[in-house]
């Protein structure tokens, strides 16, 4: 699931916290793969191997090239620090 595009989301369709990372990554012109696991079949199996993964709360949980990024606190971290754009482009999410 998380090779299908260079920015895959898991997240939830009434969590605000994921709407507000969703929308940063709107605002940089990125057009994620967003999985809203309360809307899926198989949602609870996914959110329980995103918490084997180490996600402290399992959304959102950002992957970017296929590798695990990390929730929230991570991504604006990244943002705020400057490093997130780059990633962005290493992806080939984001070409400007």
């Given at each position: ?13 009434e ?8 929308s ?18 198989r ?6 191997a ?28 990244l ?11 290493r992806?080939g999410?984001?070409?400007?």
């Amino acid at each position: 699931m998380v090779s299908e595009k260079p920015i895959v989301i898991f997240s939830k369709s009434e969590c605000c916290i994921s709407h507000t990372i969703k929308s940063l990554f709107y605002d940089f012109g990125v057009n994620p793969m967003i999985y809203e696991l309360d809307e899926m079949a198989r949602g609870q199996e996914i959110e329980q191997a995103l918490s084997r993964l180490g996600c402290s709360q399992t959304v959102p949980a950002v992957f970017i090239g296929g590798a695990f990024v990390g929730g929230a606190n991570e991504i604006m971290s990244l943002h705020l620090n400057r490093s997130l754009k780059p990633m962005l482009k290493r992806a080939g999410a984001l070409w400007v």
